[in-house]
């Protein structure tokens, strides 16, 4: 079992403020999709950072993918699942399509573990995103993804991310990590004891 590390909502905050100016200056979302339910307090706080004065803020779109089920043991976060199952998905629907044609679009989760997930996301967003584009007769305008996390871990992953993706600076990482189970504020029973185990068991 991998060792388990604490992470606070302070240190959730300060790593999207490291990351916000990197991108701003270099990939200037006009829309954010989170992976639900570890990026949505990421992207929502990410769009704090990245609101430019007299702009709106960055609209938030929501996914939700599966890996990890709960197969009643307890512990569910421990079960790795080895397929992704959508729980929520984009309104497919021309005219929200439509808005998200020729832009560019930063994927939020909060970490990289496999990359299973991840694959999944982009893989399955581009496809749908093409398909609107033939739809509406959009094939011409170039829609790039783009993908931020809190945390990658430093280990083989079972899942690929388009190559240029990886080489052209459209994935970023707050932070790496070793190959630990990190445990994140919002799934604290206890606060209070979360920090505390935090404080012992930080994230270095
Ligand atoms: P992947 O598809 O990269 O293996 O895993 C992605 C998902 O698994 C994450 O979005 C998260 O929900 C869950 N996960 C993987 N590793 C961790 C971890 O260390 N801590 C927590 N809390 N969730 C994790």
Redesign the pocket.
């Known amino acids: 079992m991998p060792q388990k590390v604490y992470v606070t909502y302070n240190q959730v905050h300060k790593l999207c403020q490291a990351s916000a100016d990197k991108i701003l200056n270099t990939i200037q979302p006009n829309l954010m999709i989170a ?1 639900g339910g ?2 949505y307090v990421p992207a929502r706080i990410l769009r704090s950072f990245l609101k430019r004065a007299g702009e709106p803020n960055i609209p938030i779109q929501a996914i939700g993918l599966s ?2 089920e709960d197969l009643g043991r307890g512990d569910p ?1 421990e079960v ?1 699942g080895t397929k ?1 199952t959508r729980t929520q998905w984009l309104d497919l629907s021309a005219l929200e399509m439509a808005n998200l044609i020729g832009k560019n679009i930063l994927i939020v ?10 694959e999944y996301a982009v893989r399955e967003l581009q496809k749908d995103l093409e398909a609107a584009q033939k739809q509406l007769g959009r094939e011409g305008e170039t829609t790039n993804f783009f993908v931020f996390v809190l945390h990658n ?1 430093n280990k083989p992953k ?2 690929l991310l388009p190559e240029k993706m990886m080489e052209s600076g459209h994935y970023l990482a707050a932070l790496t990590t070793d190959d ?5 504020p919002w ?1 604290a029973k206890d606060i209070d004891e979360h920090d505390k185990l935090a404080r012992e068991n930080p994230l270095v």
């Not at 989760?109 to 991840?118: A, H, Q």
Request: hydrophobic share 30%; charged share 35%; aromatic share 12%.
């Open positions: 992976i570890g990026g890996l990890y976060e790795p992704v989760d909060e970490v990289d573990d496999t990359r299973t997930t991840l871990k079972k899942g630990v189970w990190i445990c994140y799934e």
